[in-house]
């Protein structure tokens, strides 16, 4: 479905991802794991199109997409959910929904995916009305996830859902993502938490100082020493 | 008292004006983060745009108000495009400075092109009758310019709150790349914000050379260095605010001007730009909007 093949990005000097290749199947759900800085969301940004890649490729459903404005990758079915949510706060609830499904002019269908995402956040039913700057963490996180569905993605970048959340929350979080994933909806999810992720990928991609360094079943990956030593403060 | 009501009506007549212009500065801030010093460029250039439309084309008030609008819609997305796109990812001073020279640009090409003279807005053009109320005239001309300013606003919250490209551009206000990841043009919105913000400055241009009857190529300095002020005032981004802060200082200017002190009109604008600067830097409508992250 997503297909990565050697992309190089640079913030000015930086060679923040180098030679950076990823394949994403219909279906999965997809996790990329690394400490702070190691170019996670560099990757997101790049594959949404915030970023432009110097060289590589990416194709999304076999169209060249590496470079594209991101309004076009959003045409395409990739969605967003950015690292820090970053709902619009002035706005309501209701209105940040609506921005979601900016590029669309089906209402009807626009009007069934309010109620599936309801469906699927009651909470931000309840909110509707609301100034979403008002919302808690969780509420926003669950608000920026809600948007991003909006538009119909057949592909969902998700950076950091659980980040500054309680581990509580993060497992109403978890559990969301993972009825998205079911109806239909393939996931890139990329968390410090690396235990919660790999717990629901099927597959994971482990990036360090821009730089692929070990992929493979999220249970493979679960069970190596080096990952557990590395990242799931194992024994 | 018929006198200071009196005041009063000049005054909200005169703040309307400051309004209209405030509306553009705020708007443009808001969204680019840029003072747009050309702003009251653009307010002469509707003048007269609106001038020639009535003199020379021989249209009635609103058809030229129209026309003027139009073009200077169609002159702030040029000069957004042309001066300050380039610059997107420049300091802001880089920018600001471009929009002085913008500025200077406009008032002088404009001499340039058809000389400093000043022209007067012929009379007898409103359709309206002056009304007395309580013993308080209101002249054809203020009822115009408050009519015509009432009318925009409303359309501009309607543009703003309800339609699509009103949200884009308050997304785009907030923070560009998530709007960039709806699937949000943000060069096309940020031309649409010039466009709307230049086309109320025409419309100011046109109800002030109607109020005044006298316009010539530098008659945007002033008026507009006002109209931020007023955009201070208010909140600049902030646009309620803008509407607040042009009117409560046209009723500050005729205020001291009734207390006798009109030679100090002018100078009072900048003595309540320093006092706001002072004591609530964020502006009447603005807070310390805490956003829990």
New interface residues.
Partial sequence: MLKINDINVYYGNIHALKGVSLEIHPGEIVTLIGANGAGKSTLLKTISGLLKPKTGEILFEGEHVAGKVPQLIVKRGISHVPEGRRVFANMSVEENLELGAFLRKDKKAISEDFEKVYGLFPRLFERRRQLSGTLSGGEQQMLAMGRALMARPRLLLLDEPSMGLAPLLVKTIFRIIEEINQSGTTILLVEQNANMALSIASRAYVIETGKIVATGTAAELGQSDQIRQAYLGGH | MEQLIQQLVNGISLGSIYALIALGYTMVYGIVKLINFAHGDVFMVGAFIGFYSITILDLGIFPALLISMAACALFGVLIERIAYKPLRNATRIAALITAIGVSLFIEYGTIYIRGAQPEAYPNGIVPLKSIEILGVKISGQSLLILAVSIFLMILLQFIVYKT?IG??M??VS??Q?????????VNNTISATFAIGSALAGAAGVVFGIYYTKIEPLMGIIPGLKAFVAAVLGGIGIIPGAMAGGLLLGVIEALVSAAGFSLWRDGVAFVVLILILIFRPAGLFGKN?R???
């Avoid at chain 2, 790349?177 to 043009?185: E, F, T």
């Fill in positions: 699509k949200k884009a308050r997304a907030h923070d790349d998530a709007a960039k990841l709806m699937g949000i043009n909007v956003e829990k992250v």
